[in-house]
T-cell receptor
Framework: DGGITQSPKYLFRKEGQNVTLSCEQN?????MYWYRQDPGQGLRLIYY???????QKGDIAEGYSVSREKKESFPLTVTSAQKNPTAFYLC???????????FGQGTRLTVV | GESVGLHLPTLSVQEGDNSIINCAYS??????FIWYKQESGKGPQFIID?????DKRQGQRVTVLLNKTVKHLSLQIAATQPGDSAVYFC??????????FGTGTSLTVIP
């Protein structure tokens, strides 16, 4: 089955720790995205990548880092510099510009 | 930055009625628009899209209308069913390769 997979579904982190969220797609899509969603709010773009070995900051990149070493993988690291990391994180991919984005099922990160 | 908003945060409709969800966007350069449905605790699901060279597009029980003059789009759901209860988001893109999302409208279908 083709799709986009995020893991884990739930993640707990202690304050001051870095944590990495996984996102893998087997859709052969060039573009991948990370969004953050807070309760009752829309999706805000953290980072996006249009092609392997290239990525761009979104609107709320501070405290996050990404890599795109392989076409199918776009991991997101939430660093200790992110002051309010508790949120629902969504990864998406698309063929390219002006095509629909397919979303994973999300990772809910909680800082304890 | 980009601003995509929705007129109403919540909408309740009777089962079988038609639903209309509205969305306003601010960037006149936006050329592609998508509607997504998100159920609680899940990722958004694609419903329908429309490009700026069109003003109407129909799918199964859904219709999207685009009015570029007033920078407004709407999603119409015919014969709304309980399974349609969810949060609906509009999103747009312009010259970049980024999707900008509105804050969402929560649709509740009353049996």
């Amino acid at each position: 089955d083709g799709g986009i997979t995020q893991s884990p579904k739930y993640l707990f982190r202690k304050e001051g720790q870095n944590v990495t969220l996984s996102c893998e797609q087997n859709l052969n899509h060039d573009a991948m995205y990370w969004y953050r969603q807070d309760p009752g709010q829309g999706l805000r773009l953290i980072y996006y990548s249009q092609i392997v070995n290239d990525f761009q900051k979104g609107d709320i990149a501070e405290g996050y880092s990404v890599s795109r070493e392989k076409k199918e993988s776009f991991p997101l690291t939430v660093t200790s510099a992110q002051k309010n990391p508790t949120a629902f994180y969504l990864c998406a991919s698309s063929v390219g510009r002006n095509t629909e984005a397919f979303f994973g099922q999300g990772t809910r990160l909680t800082v304890v | 930055g980009e601003s995509v908003g929705l007129h109403l945060p919540t909408l309740s409709v009777q089962e079988g009625d038609n639903s209309i969800i509205n969305c306003a966007y601010s960037n006149s350069a936006s050329d592609y628009f998508i509607w997504y449905k998100q159920e609680s605790g899940k990722g958004p699901q694609f419903i329908i899209d429309i490009r700026s060279n069109m003003d109407k597009r129909q799918g199964q029980r859904v219709t999207v209308l685009l009015n570029k003059t007033v920078k407004h789009l709407s999603l119409q759901i015919a014969a709304t069913q309980p399974g349609d209860s969810a949060v609906y988001f509009c999103a747009d893109t312009n010259t970049g390769n980024q999707f900008y999302f509105g804050t969402g409208t929560s649709l509740t279908v009353i049996p």
